[in-house]
C-alpha cells in the first residue's frame, strides 16, 4: 500500500501533456508545458493571441535558457583554459514555431532554439596579448591578519585576467562587485573619519592601490583616483587610490589600441598586479613611479583601511 503511494505521488509530480499542450525543452528535458488556451483573447470562433501574455511567457523563457558565456582565463600554471560559448533563447525562431502551434490542432513539441553567444576574450586573444610585461607592481603587508589577507584575496581573484580593449574604462567597483557577507567578504581593520573600527571588505584598498601604480607604470590613462585622508603603509605618500562601494571608485582607460591584461595574485604577504598586451604594442611606461619597501610589512602591527566618507580629492580631473 505504501509503495502505491508513492507511486502515485511521483506520478503527481511529474509535468502532465494535456491534448492540446505544447511541451517546450531544452537539451531533450522538459521546461515548460503550455495551452492554446492560455494565450487566447476570448473572441468567439476567432482564434487570437494575447501579446502580453505570450510575451510574459517568453520572458520567463529566456530567463530559464540563458546561460552566460565564460571568458578564456590562464590559470596558477600559466596555462589558457578555453573559453565556453553561452547561449540566448532565439525569439524570431521560437516565436515562429510557437505561431504555429497556436494555429494548427493538437498537440506539439518544440525544442527551444538558441542562439550561441561567444565570449568576449577567447584563447586567440589571450595568447596575442599575454606576451609583453607593460607594467607591474608590488606591495607588502601583514599575512598574520587572516581576515584582512582573506579579502586582499578575493578582490584580486576579482580582477585577475580581466582584458581591458582599447579605448574602454575599468572600474574597480563595478569590475569587484559589492564587498559583501555573501560573497565572502570578512570584516576587517578600517578607519572611518578617523576612527578605528571594522567593517566588511577592509583590505581592498591595498589591491586598488596596487593596480593603481601597476597602471600609472604603464603610462595607461587615470581617470578617476581617489587619495586616503591619511597616508596607508603599503604605498608610498600620494601613490594610494582608495575604493568604497558607495564612494570613490579607481577608474582607468586604455589609450591604447591593443587590449590590456590584468593578472592579480597574493603570494603570502605580498600582493603583485602584472599587465600584459601584445608584442606590437608601443606603449610610453612612466618611470619616475616609486616603488614600495618590502620593510613595511614587519612594520605594519594594525593595517588598517581609511576610507573616504565625503567627495574625497580627485588627483586626476
Given at each position: 500500500m505504501r509503495q502505491l503511494l508513492i507511486a502515485g505521488l511521483l506520478l503527481l509530480a511529474q509535468p502532465v501533456e494535456l491534448p492540446d499542450s505544447l511541451t517546450v525543452t531544452q537539451q531533450g528535458q522538459t521546461i515548460a508545458i503550455v495551452n492554446r488556451e492560455n494565450f487566447n483573447v476570448p473572441i468567439p470562433n476567432t482564434p487570437m493571441i494575447d501579446r502580453k501574455k505570450y510575451n510574459q511567457f517568453t520572458d520567463k523563457l529566456e530567463k530559464q535558457v540563458y546561460r552566460a558565456?565564460?571568458?578564456?582565463?590562464?590559470?596558477?600554471?600559466?596555462?589558457?583554459?578555453?573559453?565556453?560559448?553561452?547561449?540566448?533563447?532565439?525569439?524570431?525562431?521560437?516565436?515562429?514555431?510557437?505561431?504555429?502551434?497556436?494555429?494548427?490542432?493538437?498537440?506539439?513539441?518544440?525544442?527551444?532554439?538558441?542562439?550561441?553567444?561567444?565570449?568576449?576574450?577567447?584563447?586567440?586573444?589571450?595568447?596575442?596579448?599575454?606576451?609583453?610585461r607593460i607594467g607591474q607592481y608590488v606591495t607588502y603587508f601583514n599575512s598574520n591578519n587572516k581576515s584582512r589577507s582573506h579579502n586582499i584575496s578575493l578582490s584580486a581573484e576579482a580582477i585577475d585576467n580581466h582584458v581591458v580593449f582599447p579605448n574602454e574604462t575599468f572600474s574597480f567597483n563595478q569590475v569587484v562587485g559589492k564587498r559583501t557577507r555573501d560573497k565572502g567578504y570578512m570584516r576587517a581593520p578600517i578607519i572611518v573619519r578617523g576612527e578605528l573600527s571594522e567593517g566588511i571588505g577592509g583590505g581592498i584598498c591595498q589591491v586598488s592601490s596596487t593596480l593603481f601604480n601597476a597602471v600609472d607604470r604603464a603610462g595607461l590613462q587615470i581617470i578617476e583616483r581617489y587619495s586616503h585622508s591619511k597616508q596607508v603603509p603599503y604605498v608610498p605618500s600620494g601613490r594610494d587610490a582608495t575604493v568604497s562601494w558607495y564612494g570613490p571608485d579607481f577608474r582607468f582607460k586604455n589609450k591604447y589600441n591593443q587590449p590590456i591584461l590584468i593578472r592579480a595574485k597574493r603570494y603570502e604577504g605580498s600582493m603583485v598586479i602584472t599587465l600584459y598586451s601584445s608584442d606590437v604594442l608601443n606603449y610610453e611606461p612612466k618611470k619616475e613611479v616609486p616603488n614600495t619597501s618590502s620593510r613595511l610589512q614587519k612594520e605594519i602591527k594594525t593595517d588598517p583601511e581609511i576610507h573616504l566618507q565625503s567627495k574625497g580629492r580627485s588627483i586626476y580631473p
Open positions: 558565456p565564460i571568458n578564456a582565463t590562464i590559470d596558477d600554471q600559466g596555462r589558457i583554459v578555453p573559453g565556453q560559448v553561452g547561449y540566448s533563447l532565439y525569439r524570431q525562431a521560437f516565436k515562429e514555431q510557437f505561431y504555429n502551434y497556436f494555429y494548427s490542432n493538437g498537440p506539439s513539441k518544440i525544442e527551444v532554439p538558441e542562439l550561441d553567444i561567444y565570449p568576449k576574450v577567447d584563447s586567440e586573444l589571450l595568447a596575442h596579448i599575454r606576451v609583453q
